[in-house]
């Protein structure tokens, strides 16, 4: 057994902890912990077993074979790249198994009980989730009209105003998904369907992945607020399998015979039975990112004062700070991918991951750093999606559409929560007029009552 395979092997073994150690957990935070097991086996285990297996030479346009671990060779370039990733794993996995202790200890005998969320005693919650989705669609809409739907990897879109608009989709769109309840189970069911649907048309519409795993983890999530059954589980095994299967079909009504000729030729240098999946495999790159680690040889990449400066300025709204904001994902595809490929000539917003940007910045203890506020953002998001007030819950709601727990490291949650902090007020904004919108028949009625009242009793006074 070569040291790729067994450091492979010591991944999996991590991820399957944190899937063991997350069926003994109830609610959203094993919805969570699971999809991570999953994501991360997609990027560090799927992946390179895929490049030991194929061996695949390095062509323009193939991103799975990566020409630099194809140079030192694909057996100890793997290796090496992924010391820091089994590490940060069975960090994480660490961290889960200590907290599923402490939370069956403190949950008791109440454990297996499911809570119906407090959100729905809200009477103005689900119409402020409709209203702020018509307006999202309505930015969808004018977004792709226009042409100026940022794709995967874009680094900005041409009209950020209209961008802004579609986090209101992404949170209408999620919201109803996890909370809606009608007393017709079959009418649930068609609407939460159309909006998967939806999710899926914008996925491709925008070259991304993230729609259609936002939606299919907004069900998961529903299904951990409901209760699981076998149906439910198989239907969300289904969707998330469909989903990704289906991608490279969908994808390929979009491209131009030229593209598809091109990716056919990309895709015949791998097994058959890979080609359906390769795709989907391509938009898994967190490898790339390790090896982007790997490559920058303990060389300094920003100090902690313009770590915290950056993570301080992610709150910051564009427009107030007087220039361009530090963004993590081009920063990383320029300074920390450009240190061992030419990017001269491209621009790209890459996922720096959790613990690639931890081993960059601070070595060994930076990857226990940003593996534990990976955790404390995922238990933040969990405790959201559980309050009342609708600004908390559109924050979490955001959290589950931006892979931000799979894929992205402090900079790159800090920019998220910067930018959802400002979505969260304009739903929060659009919630109290919604509310106010609801009271006034309700005060026209009394109003109107009290007024035909005292007509009635002057008049009679009037007779006596």
């Not at 495999?281 to 915290?308: C, I, N």
Request: charged fraction near 15%.
């Amino acid at each position: 057994m070569n040291d790729a395979v067994y450091d492979v092997l010591l991944i999996a073994g991590a991820l399957t902890t944190i899937t063991v150690a997350a069926m003994w957990i109830k609610g959203i935070v094993r919805v969570f912990l699971i999809a991570q097991a999953v994501y991360w086996s997609l990027s560090y285990v799927v992946r390179p077993i895929v490049l030991l297996w194929v061996q695949p030479q390095p062509t323009y346009g193939d991103s799975v074979a990566d020409p630099r671990l194809s140079t030192i060779g694909y057996d100890h370039g793997i290796s090496s790249v992924l010391q820091p990733v089994v590490f940060g794993l069975w960090t994480y996995a660490t961290v889960v198994v200590g907290y599923t202790f402490w939370i069956r200890r403190r949950s008791g005998s109440n454990r297996n009980t499911v809570a119906r969320p407090r959100s729905l005693a809200d009477k103005n919650f689900i119409p402020t989730l409709w209203t702020v989705f018509g307006i999202g669609m309505v930015g969808r809409a004018l977004l792709y009209a226009t042409g100026s739907s940022a794709s995967a990897g874009q680094t900005q879109s041409s009209s950020p105003i209209l961008s802004f608009i579609t986090l209101m989709a992404v949170i209408g769109t999620l919201g109803l998904i996890v909370f809606l309840r009608f007393d017709d189970p079959r009418m649930t069911f068609a609407v939460i369907g159309c909006l998967t649907v939806m999710e899926l048309l914008w996925t491709v519409a925008v070259e991304s992945k993230t729609p259609i795993m936002g939606a299919a983890l907004a069900i998961a999530v529903r299904f951990a607020l409901t209760g699981w059954t076998r149906v439910k589980l198989a239907a969300i095994a289904a969707i998330s399998v469909v989903g990704i299967a289906a991608f490279g079909w969908l994808q390929s009504f979009k491209a131009s015979d030229v593209a598809k000729s091109q990716s056919a030729v990309l895709d015949a240098s791998y097994p058959p039975i890979l080609q359906p999946f390769l795709s989907i495999l391509r938009r898994f790159d967190l490898l790339e990112a390790a090896t982007d680690s790997y490559y920058m040889g303990g060389r300094p990449w920003l100090t902690m004062t313009e770590v915290a400066h950056n993570v301080i300025f992610s709150f910051v709204p564009e427009q107030l700070v007087g220039g361009n904001k530090f963004h993590a994902g081009t920063a990383w595809a320029n300074e920390v991918r450009g240190a061992s490929v030419d990017m001269t000539n491209v621009s790209v917003s890459l996922a720096e991951g959790n613990i690639n940007e931890g081993f960059v910045l601070g070595g060994y203890p930076g990857v226990v750093v940003g593996v534990i506020l990976t955790f404390v953002l995922l238990l933040s998001c969990v405790w959201a999606l559980q309050t009342r007030h609708i600004f908390l819950i559109s924050l979490g709601l955001l959290m589950i559409e931006v892979p931000v727990f799979f894929e992205r490291g402090i900079f790159g949650s800090a920019e998220l929560l910067g930018k959802s902090v400002q979505a969260a007020v304009l739903v929060w904004i659009v919630y109290l007029a919604v509310g106010e919108v609801r009271r006034r028949p309700e005060r026209f009625s009394t109003d109107h009552s009290s007024y035909s009242g005292t007509q009635l009793i002057d008049t009679t006074r009037e007779k006596e």
